[in-house]
């Protein structure tokens, strides 16, 4: 009978023990006129028949909570919800109540408020009221909760969300100043200074230009798509530089599209995985395509994994999956098709 309290937002047995003889207790006095210590009295008989009215009212209208949460589940069309809620339960509370009416007949509520037989009408009013009054107190408390509950949530996640951010941001400056890193580019850049020193100088430049970027968004939640395209292509200014012919990154994408916004440094974090999970030879050259589709910007590369000894963690695609949720209701992308490893990322706007 309970299971649905993930839906409540709270396990509300013990509110619903409290509450139902709780309310059932004022409505007596409040819409009958009923007393303790004097006419018209309030007498067991009738107590008990505004608890079972009170209680098919309470749980039906739990019920229904529970079925609008269900089909609208999202947040943001709360509005959407409590409209539909709000009518159906109504609809429900009244029907429920004028069925059950003849359990006030048999308590006799009508004599006890002094409301001649035949007087119809004001025995609909009166009851009515009374039953719409326990719907308003079932909303008021379970709307409540489930208010504070949600905000709770998203404080907690923008929360999570910002330290996802801030942990992406430090372990690509620590990927970036990790000794295999240093020793690759230090290394590339000794090979290309005797050989080319203007491309050395380049280099040196395009290494700065990664180092500058990280620090400078460490703060930041989204930038603009052409930041992060300029320091994308200083970075695969320095792997091509390594791998030469045998890594080939294409970037394609219109001027129309630079101004939206992206996380910063997912791009680095895509291609980062490209050159670990997969093989970059003359034999096999890495090919790394960057280009917008249907509002997306998509990281695209052929596929052709190394033989690792421990499988990838996905740690770098979760991250951006949680700093997008912060931003965006839609989802990150991933595809394998056997051929090619595809990661779709919206592009959000200003």
């Known amino acids: 009978m309970w299971r649905a309290s993930s839906k409540i937002g709270f396990d509300d047995r013990l509110v619903t023990a409290l509450l139902v003889p709780g309310i059932s207790l004022i409505i007596p006095f409040v819409f009958f006129g009923m007393r303790l210590d004097q006419p018209p009295y309030l007498t067991w008989r009738a107590y008990l028949c505004v608890v079972i009215i009170t209680t098919v009212i309470w749980l039906g209208n739990r019920y229904i909570m529970i079925w609008a949460r269900a089909r609208y589940p999202q947040f943001e069309v709360v509005r959407k919800r409590l409209l539909t809620q709000s009518l159906v339960m109504l609809v429900y509370t009244l029907l429920s109540n004028n069925i059950l009416g003849y359990v006030l007949d048999v308590c006799g509520l009508k004599e006890h408020r002094n409301i001649p037989g035949h007087d119809l009408y004001m025995v609909v009013v009166t009851t009515n009221a009374a039953a719409i009054f326990c719907s308003l107190t079932v909303v008021a408390i379970y709307e409540s909760i489930y208010f504070m509950n949600e905000l709770k949530n998203s404080v907690e996640e923008k929360e999570m969300l910002k330290r996802e951010s801030l942990k992406a941001q430090l372990d690509a400056l620590k990927t970036q100043v990790n000794p295999h890193f240093l020793f690759n580019n230090l290394n590339t850049l000794s090979s290309v200074i005797p050989d080319n020193p203007r491309q050395a100088v380049d280099f040196v430049q395009q290494l700065s230009k990664v180092y500058r970027h990280i620090l400078e968004v460490k703060d930041e939640q989204s930038i603009p798509l052409q930041e992060e395209l300029d320091v994308m292509r200083a970075y695969a200014f320095l792997l091509q530089t390594r791998f030469g012919d045998n890594l080939d990154i294409k970037i394609n994408v219109p001027d129309n599209k630079l101004q939206k916004k992206i996380v910063p440094l997912s791009l680095q974090i ?51 999956r949680n700093r997008y949720k912060l931003l965006s209701e839609k989802r990150v992308e991933v595809t394998e098709n056997g051929s090619n490893f595809t990661v779709s990322i919206p592009l959000i706007e200003n």
């Open 270 to 320: 895509l291609m980062e995985n490209a050159i670990k999970h997969n093989i970059v030879s003359s034999d096999k050259p890495l090919k790394i395509d960057v280009f917008a589709e249907n509002g997306r910007l998509v990281v695209s590369n052929n596929l052709q994994k190394k033989s690792q000894l421990n499988e990838s963690t996905g740690i770098g695609l979760d991250n951006i």
